[in-house]
Nanobody
Framework: QVQLVESGGGLVQAGGSLRLSCTVVGNIFSGHILGWYRQAPGKQRELVATITSGSLTTYADSVKGRFTISRGSAGNTVHLQMNSLESEDTAVYYC????????????WGQGTQVSVYS
């Protein structure tokens, strides 16, 4: 398993932007998936966006056109650029890593708070 080190997040006015980053510390192999989930108070954790080792991306409908997930040049960092933020985006955001290796559990970051005020 790996360690996920998150950065970014904070407080921003609605309509503003934030960028989250997550670095994977440890060995990663092809076939893995990196991504972001979020959990708002009183709600279940939900997928925000993912990117595969082949750079295929998926997004939640609620963030399409506003958020962009990308990988750093070294391949072990994932970024989430969040534009046109809305109050509904307020949540704790968690970095996610699935190794793609049989029998290996998924890894999660510690979470970073994103708060959007009107």
């Amino acid at each position: 398993q790996v360690q996920l080190v998150e950065s970014g997040g904070g407080l921003v006015q609605a309509g503003g932007s934030l960028r989250l980053s997550c670095t994977v510390v440890g060995n990663i192999f092809s076939g893995h998936i990196l991504g972001w989930y979020r959990q708002a108070p009183g709600k279940q954790r939900e997928l925000v966006a993912t990117i595969t080792s082949g750079s295929l991306t998926t997004y939640a409908d609620s963030v399409k056109g506003r958020f962009t997930i990308s990988r750093g040049s070294a391949g072990n960092t994932v970024h989430l650029q969040m534009n046109s933020l809305e109050s509904e985006d307020t949540a704790v955001y968690y970095c996610y890593f699935r190794s793609g290796l049989k029998g290996v559990l998924d890894d999660w970051g510690q979470g970073t708070q994103v708060s959007v005020y009107s």
